[in-house]
């Protein structure tokens, strides 16, 4: 079987549609991202009505470089389906046809007998229809293969679009989905080294809110290796949304504190109060509208309904919980797919699991935590905390 003469990648918008008078502002904003994650490949980015046209840059060999750009290109929000293409320049059915033909040789699989031609006619001003223009292909297909036509449950597709673009394929794959990164408000992710926050952060990456991240480690009871499980876990999340800031800030001494002072059960929720109170002053720094993080309804026993109103009474902006209704094999899945899951499952001390009680308050009250705030010298270690943080910047 030939290779497939690829020499073009076509990505599809979705609900960029929606966005009418805005459309082209979220259309410049998604070939912006485009345009960093193919830094580096010999490629150049052409916008048409509803698709972007991914093109080799003059004496560059495309067939060298094509499945990079698709895997790139794949992890660009805003993208709903992409395909490697043959492009032409002519819109005459015959050339389309003896194209679609020579890809269906080299594509279609050994055992197929059953094809169907999906056409779309963009520019309107040619001479035949949509529904013509896939029976003119579809014959020639049909005669070079020896292929029976199906249109309800085919074996193998063939799609031919007659702009600008020309092009045809015979492969779809989905997209990253959701909107581009910049088109929502910039959210601080709270990133512990599980599972579930990584996920979190590109959940809402997919909605189009850039990130930053701030992670709480607990020198020296926390060390390198914590440390470096964070920073691959921001390069995860970097694969997908460029640069990310990442802030650390060590709360060793606030934790003693609380031990020492606060009652047993109560200790994780102030613990994780006390997160949500640097955290909100880090985002007041850093002009960041929203705190992130990756808590399940009923997960743990910080994550009760009446344990999460005790831990957001303290912030002074939303807490975004995008993993608010999922389970924990449906966060799992998402991590596997994004690349995070093998490394939040390697061994790591938490900096709160270090101080866990062994019977933690499952339904708290927001005033028992006022009152055992009150024997803390909160404002001292809030202060200490934010003056030891370390922001680093972390590359894909």
């Not at 495309?62 to 992409?82: M, Y």
């Not at 529904?131 to 063939?158: K, M, N, S, T, Y």
């Not at 708290?364 to 055992?372: G, Q, T, V, Y």
């Amino acid at each position: 079987m030939a290779e497939p003469g690829y020499n073009a990648v076509v990505l599809r918008v979705g609900e960029l549609f929606l966005k009418k008078d805005n459309r082209r502002w979220f259309v410049d904003l998604l070939v912006g991202n485009l345009a960093r994650l193919i830094r580096g490949l010999p490629w150049k980015i052409e916008v048409h009505q509803g698709r972007i046209l991914l093109l080799p840059q003059a004496g560059s060999d495309p067939a060298a470089t094509v499945p990079e750009v698709l895997a790139r290109a794949g992890r660009c929000f805003g993208i709903s389906s992409l395909s490697p293409v043959v492009r032409t320049d002519s819109t005459d059915p015959t050339v389309l046809g003896g194209l679609a033909a020579e890809l269906a040789e080299a594509t279609v699989p050994p055992t197929a007998k059953t094809f169907r031609v999906t056409a779309r006619r963009p520019n309107k001003r040619l001479p035949y229809t949509s529904p013509e223009l896939g029976g003119l292909v579809g014959h020639q297909v049909g005669q070079r293969l020896g292929l029976a036509v199906d249109l309800g449950r085919p074996e193998f597709e063939i799609g031919v679009e007659a702009g600008p673009p020309t092009f045809v394929y015979s492969e779809t794959r989905p997209g990253a989905g959701g909107l581009p990164v910049g088109a929502s408000g910039r959210g601080l992710l709270l990133l512990s080294g599980g599972i579930d926050s990584p996920v979190a952060g590109h959940r809402m990456l997919r909605r189009g809110c850039p990130l930053e991240v701030v992670h709480f480690h607990s020198p020296p009871y926390t060390g390198p290796a914590a440390r470096a499980k964070v920073l691959e876990l921001c390069q995860v999340l970097a694969r997908w949304a460029g640069p990310l800031h990442l802030h650390l800030i060590p709360i060793s001494e606030l934790q003693l504190q609380v031990k020492e002072h606060a009652p047993r059960p109560l200790t994780v929720l102030l613990y994780r109060r006390f997160m949500v109170r640097l955290a909100c002053r880090l985002a007041g720094f850093r002009q960041i509208q929203a705190l992130i993080t990756g808590e399940s309804l009923g997960q743990v026993a910080s994550q009760t309904m009446e344990n999460l109103t005790c831990i957001e009474a303290v912030a002074d902006r939303p807490i975004l919980r995008p993993l608010i209704a999922y389970d924990k094999e449906e966060t799992i899945r998402l991590a596997q797919a994004i690349g995070s899951y093998e490394i939040s499952i390697r061994p790591h001390e938490d900096s709160c699991s270090l101080f866990v009680p062994r019977h933690p308050e499952i339904r708290a009250k927001i005033k028992e935590l006022n009152r055992a705030e009150a024997l803390l010298p909160l404002d001292r270690l809030l202060a200490e905390a934010l003056d030891r943080l370390e922001t680093l910047v972390v590359e894909p």
